[in-house]
Each structure stands twice: as structure tokens, then as C-alpha cells.
């Protein structure tokens, strides 16, 4: 038996000589390069005891390194956990503490403050910082430039990423090579990537766009990427020119579209603009396609799921849908109360069933028979509808999830983190249409008896609590939060008196 994943992507790598990534800077690493350099990342972590099935758990900068990491955890035969770099240190406690990984990598910077959290578990800290350097990196560049995969099977878990609901605790998403394989052979040739792509990879890598989706359909396709750190209007537009595909959020595109330099000369060239993470509005892609000429791509997916629909490659690629089942998925609407399928054009639930849906939720059994079922369609928690024509479209989500420039945010955690400040009573917390992130998140919070509230102070007590992206970018005060005959907030509500907070 073979290492399932690193195989097949190792059977498509073109000559060794040929770039796969270059950086804004000008490092570049070859194919031969990704081999090599995995196989020194493999080799340290083999010498820190990571066994097959062990988790090594990451919240490091984008760098290739860290990508190298990501194939160097496939090899040995790890499961590899990617964590959001904005994560505060008590965000990350949860994480590690619940996936108790063998090795825990993070920031120079942030070693000190992880310690404790990474003797919890008995994890070896190691460090590895936005230049590439560190601990982790000293011992790679010590070991061998060759290693021997681990064998490891279909089903086999490559990857644990965690996932937000409305309730509850985070849920680790077990992602089997497979899972990843599958996906990734099915967008190849979906989107016809080839040798010939230059992807422009400004993507986070610790979430499946970035990670999965992007980097997972260029090895496979023996393409090059142009690797950017993060999204940075000036660098795209530099960069464009030598790029032959694009991979973004919603954010991305409004960004480019605020440029003057934003021409369809630059982009004349392109052969495909792909939107994914969060909604795209349908008057970006109008504006877009007006613009440039191009229409975006829009596709659907999930951390549990990777890609499960997209607009076509050639054919109409219709704003306000995310396109029809990709190839080898199923996907129905279902009544959420009573879990019949409905009939085309009803709006219900999003199941989706196929090679990529997840294996379950990390240690969480009773969670997983609640979302997967037993004829193994998974319960997306997504509300949509089935035009006449096949296009999916999605109308909302049955829970509270806010996504916002991509990141899931959910509001319980958000509340509770509030209502812990003095003088507050009850909040809620909303997400509204945002021209920029897609959606804002917003505060509406009531305060106790006699209490005064300074609206100006409630995201700033936050800021050692929750990472940016989920903290409060608008906060209301109300003397009470509305409420139905049943007693619960009515967030419909307060959604609609504050949908106009980022306009003009």
C-alpha cells in the first residue's frame, strides 16, 4: 500500500525543474523542490515520534514552508491541523487540548504564551515564523532530502480542520486522503486546470480554499502559483499579468473592481476568476463581467465537504447560484422538520452525499450521527432550492453563521464573550450585508438595570478574547432585545433594522 494522497499528486508532478510556487519576493521552489524539502519536513517530524494517525496541529504565517509542512505531514503519515493565525491563545488551548497533537508548531512570537497549552498534551513546540525560520526548519534542514512514505489508505485521515455551528463547541472535521484526492481530481478536470495554469494564491492556507482547493488542483495539474502571503491589492495588480487563474473571496474581487488599474486589458488574458467562501452579491459579478469582460466562477462548499457544486466552465455562469453537483456528488432538499425530499424549486435543507464528504466529527460520535445519515448524505445545515434548469442556489442558512471575508463566525461564542462585561444584561450578535466582507458582524446589547453602556467600549474589551474577524465591527445599545411568544430573540428583526450599518 502506497501513501494514498502523496502518491497520486507525486504521479502528476511534471519535470522536477519546472516551478510549482514563487513568491512576491522571488523564491521560487521547483517540483523538485516540494519532494525534497517535504521529505527533510517528514524526516523531522519522524524524529520528533509523530506516528502514523498523530496530529500535527499549525498556526504559523503563510509561507511555502508551511505548505511543505502540510506534505510532510501526509507523508510520515499524520493528520495534519491547520489553525487560524488570528486565534487568540485561549482559542487555541480548545483546539490543542481537543485534538492533542504530537507536535504543536506556532510563531517565534507566540511560543511562550503556547507553552503551557502545548504541556497539556505532551505535544513537542516547535516553531516556525513568516521567513521560514525556526526551530522546526533547523531540524529539516538537518535531516535527509529523501524519505520513504508511510503508507497510508483511502480512508486513511490526512487532515482534521475545525469548523464553526451556531451552538456549541468547535467540531474537528476528520478528512481522509480520499476525501482530499477525489476532490481535487474532480476540480482538475472540472475547471480544466493544466501544466500551462499560473494560479494567483492569495488565499490563507489554514482552511480547505486555500489549502485543499487551490493547492491540491496545481500539484495535481503540474501548474505553477504565484504565492502571495495575503491579499494585497497593489501586488495583485502586479501580478495578474503572469497569472492565467485566480482562486478568491467575495473580498477580493469588490477590492480589484475599487481600482481604476483594474482593466480588462490587464486581465484580457485570464482564463478563469473563481469565487468561493462566502456569497458573491450579484451586482460584483455584474460589475465584473462588465468590467473585464469575465464571469466569475462561483462555486459551494464546506470544511466538512470540500467542494460539493459549481457554475460551469463553459456554459452560463449564473450570479445568485453556486452552479450544479459537481461530478460523483448527490445533492438534495430536504424538509428541515421532517427530512422528506422536496420537489425542484422548494426550499429545504442542502444534503450532500459523495467521495468528498468528511468521515465525522472529531471525538464528537453523537454530533456526527446527528449530520451524516445513515445512507450517508451529509446534513449541510444550508437552506437552498433546485431551479428547473439544475443551478442550486442558496437562500440562507438554517443556523446563525456569519461569514465574514470567508471566516465562519458563529454568535454564541460572540455573545458569551460579551455578556461577561460589566453592565451587560443580554446581546446578540447578527451578521449584515457588508460591501467589502460580505457580511458585517454586528452587535446589539442591552444593559442591566441602571447600567450604562459606552457602545465604543465593547469591541475594544474583546480585543484578548477573540481573534479580529469575530469581533464586532458595529455595536448597537437597546434598552431591551425583541423577542418572540416563545422568548427568543428575534435576530430576523434586528437584521433588518440594522441592514443598512456598511452602506454609503
Known amino acids: 500500500m502506497t501513501n494514498h494522497l502523496f502518491s497520486e499528486i507525486h504521479a502528476n508532478m511534471p519535470d522536477p525543474a519546472k516551478t510549482f510556487l514563487e513568491t512576491a519576493e522571488g523564491q521560487v521552489l521547483t517540483y523538485g523542490d516540494v519532494v525534497g524539502l517535504s521529505a527533510r519536513y517528514a524526516n523531522a517530524l519522524a524524529g520528533l515520534g509523530v506516528k502514523p494517525g498523530d496530529r500535527v496541529a499549525v498556526q504559523v504565517e503563510k509561507t511555502p514552508d508551511a505548505l511543505m509542512l502540510y506534505l510532510a505531514t501526509v507523508r510520515v503519515g499524520g493528520v495534519f491541523l491547520p489553525l487560524n493565525t488570528a486565534y487568540t491563545p485561549a482559542e487555541i488551548d480548545y483546539f ?77 472535521a476528520m478528512l481522509s486522503h480520499e476525501n482530499l484526492a477525489s476532490n481535487a481530481r474532480t476540480l482538475v478536470k472540472y475547471w480544466q486546470f493544466g501544466s500551462g495554469d499560473v494560479l494567483l494564491h492569495a488565499l490563507p492556507i489554514f482552511h480547505t480554499h486555500g489549502l485543499f482547493v487551490a493547492t491540491n488542483c496545481l500539484l495535481l495539474a503540474g501548474g505553477s502559483m504565484l504565492f502571495l502571503p495575503k491579499f494585497d491589492l497593489d501586488t495583485a495588480l502586479k501580478l495578474l499579468p503572469r497569472a492565467t487563474s485566480m482562486m478568491g473571496v467575495p473580498t477580493f474581487y469588490s477590492r480589484l473592481l475599487s481600482s481604476s488599474d483594474f482593466t480588462q486589458s490587464l486581465v484580457s488574458h485570464m482564463r478563469l476568476f473563481i469565487s468561493g467562501s462566502a456569497p458573491l452579491s450579484a451586482e460584483t459579478h455584474k460589475e465584473f463581467s462588465a468590467r473585464t469582460g469575465h464571469a466569475i466562477l462561483e462555486r459551494y462548499g464546506m470544511t466538512e465537504t470540500n467542494m460539493n457544486t459549481s457554475n460551469p466552465y463553459d456554459g452560463d455562469r449564473r450570479p445568485g447560484t453556486v452552479g450544479f453537483p459537481l461530478p460523483g456528488v448527490d445533492l438534495r432538499i430536504t424538509d428541515p422538520e421532517t427530512a422528506k425530499v422536496l420537489a425542484q424549486g422548494e426550499v429545504g435543507i442542502i444534503e450532500v452525499k459523495g467521495p468528498n464528504v468528511f468521515q465525522g466529527y472529531w471525538r464528537m460520535p453523537e454530533k456526527t450521527a446527528e449530520e451524516l445519515r445513515v445512507d450517508g448524505f451529509f446534513i449541510t445545515g444550508d437552506m437552498g432550492r433546485i431551479d428547473e434548469e439544475g443551478y442550486v442556489a442558496i437562500v440562507g442558512r438554517s443556523k446563525d453563521l456569519i461569514i465574514t471575508g470567508g471566516f465562519n463566525v458563529y454568535p454564541a461564542e460572540v455573545e458569551a464573550a460579551i455578556d461577561e462585561i460589566a453592565g451587560v444584561a443580554e446581546s446578540a450578535i447578527i451578521g449584515v450585508p457588508h460591501p467589502d466582507f460580505g457580511e458585517g458582524v454586528v452587535a446589539v446589547v442591552a444593559p442591566k438595570n441602571g447600567a450604562k453602556l459606552d457602545k465604543a467600549a465593547i469591541t475594544p474589551a474583546l480585543a484578548d478574547k477573540l481573534a479580529k474577524f469575530k469581533q464586532p465591527k458595529q455595536v448597537h445599545v437597546m434598552d431591551a432585545l425583541p423577542r418572540n411568544t416563545m422568548g427568543k430573540i428575534q435576530k430576523n428583526v434586528l437584521r433588518d433594522q440594522f441592514k443598512g450599518d456598511f452602506e454609503g
Open 96 to 172: 490543542v487540548t481537543d485534538a492533542e497533537p504530537s507536535v504543536f508548531v506556532c510563531d517565534p512570537s507566540r511560543a511562550d504564551a503556547l507553552k503551557e497549552t502545548a504541556s497539556k498534551v505532551n505535544a513537542s513546540l516547535q516553531t516556525l515564523d513568516a521567513n521560514g525560520k525556526g526551530s522546526l526548519r533547523d531540524l529539516a534542514e538537518a535531516a535527509s532530502d529523501t524519505f520513504e512514505d508511510v503508507a497510508r489508505g483511502a480512508d486513511d485521515l490526512a487532515a482534521i480542520l475545525y469548523t464553526s455551528g451556531t451552538t456549541g463547541r468547535s467540531k474537528g
